[in-house]
């Protein structure tokens, strides 16, 4: 019996290295034959399942490389601030095994963690430090929001036309006793879960929620922000699937987002981004990280890339934190998004009708920290003994 | 004085594109007051090249954000193209 086959489909222009990356990175959502996607030597090269339909697959691929490359049309990318470690010890390397090793981190499922003792500490020292700064440097208020998000509210976000790929999706049985019966015989003898007929789950009502400032706006629809700007600062558990992509603490399904969540004119909020990258640049001296902040772009699918894509990086609505952590397999310097700026131009004051005060559809943005991130970059940095931490932060992890 | 067809064409396109309404001012910011996506950008770039066989520059298109300046930066490039 054949293994695994590689297939290609060529290139119709030239690709660079974001466009290739994020090429690979969507690739897993393609098709499930599809073990790997690489884009080499002017072609999308793929691994395909045995006993897939290699036709087929192919079809798929062509048409899913069509469409994110067509139109792409490369912004470069800007560099706003780069930051070298004081520690000068090498990045450690196999660093969540060893957080699993000790018991920190423990797996429970596909992209779901559990964690404690100083990973936990990581996390929550940073979480600290984050809800500090926007409460004292922004006059934050906090609030709190569900885990679940009604699928409409994602839907007016525009969600769906833009990442559909990564939702996950709330479903129950349909309230009707023969299905819910027939539901629990199948799974009585059983530890999987059993789905016996597909047509039990109602239509999801609600999602998992992507990202917690959606909440934010939804909750302000309707309103008119005479005082002034609203901001807010909240910490909510963030659901993508990231199907094969899915990796350590990397890249969840389930992970920890930390917000400060600005709504108002369009300078109260833009001099609010800019100051909450001031206020970043200080926060890695604090933590002493090796750093860089630049121009990024989100993962929209497929025709939603080059245009999405194109309108973010063109007016700079989004620059990400990204921390060094461990080398790749062939010694590449790697780091990871941990934290964004976003700006969001008035999308959402128009979506749910909330104004300015100056009348005006209000504008958005949100300065974000992706927390499990932040612990993978921390230990990476700064390795497994309090000694080599830095002083500022040295005892809310170690406890000395 | 630049070649009146050039707005026509250029309002056109937009109209296309943005499903918006004909006849709107041609100092009108086309992203910020009559409403265009910024998605629709990339969209209203490729159709701009297209329909005058021009290049146009990230940064120049960045700034022609009116019909009047779009009208202005086509009749520029072509002049520097004839």
């Known amino acids: 019996m054949s293994g695994p086959t590689w297939e290609a489909v060529d290139l119709k222009k030239q690709v660079d290295g974001d466009l290739a990356a994020d090429i690979e990175k969507q690739g897993a959502y393609v098709s499930p034959e599809i073990l790997r996607v690489k884009v080499e030597g002017g072609q999308v090269r793929f691994e395909v399942k045995a006993g897939a339909n ?7 691929v062509d048409r899913y490389v069509d469409l994110m490359v067509a139109k792409f049309r490369k912004i470069p990318r800007k560099v706003l601030h780069t930051r070298e470690r004081k520690n000068k010890a090498p990045l450690r ?24 003792g100083p990973a936990l500490n990581v996390l929550r020292t940073v979480d600290a430090d984050c809800r500090a700064m926007g409460m004292t440097q922004f006059g934050a208020k906090e609030e709190s929001y569900p885990t679940l998000i009604p699928s409409k509210t ?36 059983t530890t999987d879960l059993i789905v016996p007929d597909a047509r039990a789950f109602a239509t999801p009502e609600a999602c998992l929620s992507p990202a917690v400032c959606y909440h934010c706006y939804r909750g302000l629809e309707g309103t008119n922000l005479k005082g002034g700007p609203n901001v807010v600062t909240t910490v909510g558990k963030c659901f993508r699937y990231e199907s094969t992509n899915i990796t350590g603490l990397d890249r969840l399904w389930d992970f920890t987002m930390r917000e400060v969540i600005l709504v108002g004119t369009e300078e109260e909020v833009s001099t609010r981004r800019e100051k909450g990258i001031e206020l970043v640049k200080a926060q890695i001296e604090k933590f002493d990280l090796q750093a860089e902040i630049e121009s990024a772009n989100d993962p929209f699918f497929s025709a939603a890339y080059a245009t999405k894509t194109y309108a973010q990086l063109r007016g700079d609505l989004k620059f990400e934190l990204r921390l060094s952590v461990e080398p790749g397999p062939n010694g590449e310097a790697r780091s990871l998004a941990c934290g964004s700026f976003n700006l969001h131009d008035n999308f959402f004051g128009r979506t749910f009708t909330i104004n300015a005060q100056n009348g005006e559809p209000a504008f958005t943005g949100c300065i974000a920290w992706g927390l499990e991130r932040w612990v993978l970059a921390c230990f990476t940095q700064h390795g497994f003994e309090a000694s080599g931490w830095p002083e500022a932060i040295r005892a809310s992890v170690w406890g000395t | 004085m630049t070649d009146p067809t050039i707005e026509e064409k250029v309002r056109a396109i937009i109209v296309r594109i943005a499903k918006i309404e004909a006849g709107f001012s041609p100092d009108a910011d086309i992203f910020r007051e009559l409403g265009v996506k910024s998605a629709a950008a990339l969209d209203l770039l490729l159709s701009l090249e297209e329909e005058f066989n021009i290049a146009i520059s990230d940064d120049a298109f960045g700034d022609a954000r009116t019909v009047k300046k779009i009208v202005e930066l086509v009749a520029s490039l072509q002049g520097a193209a004839a």
């Open chain 1, 154 to 189: 994602l839907g007016r976000c525009g969600y769906f036309s833009s990442f559909p790929q990564t939702v996950s999706m709330v479903t129950h049985l349909v309230e009707d006793f023969d299905t819910i019966e027939h539901f629990r015989q199948a799974n009585a003898e």
């Open chain 1, 93 to 116: 390397t196999g660093v969540y095994e060893e957080l699993k090793k000790r018991g920190w981190v423990r797996e429970l499922g596909r992209g779901q963690v559990a964690l404690t």
């Open chain 1, 54 to 60: 290699v036709a087929d697959t192919k079809a798929k």
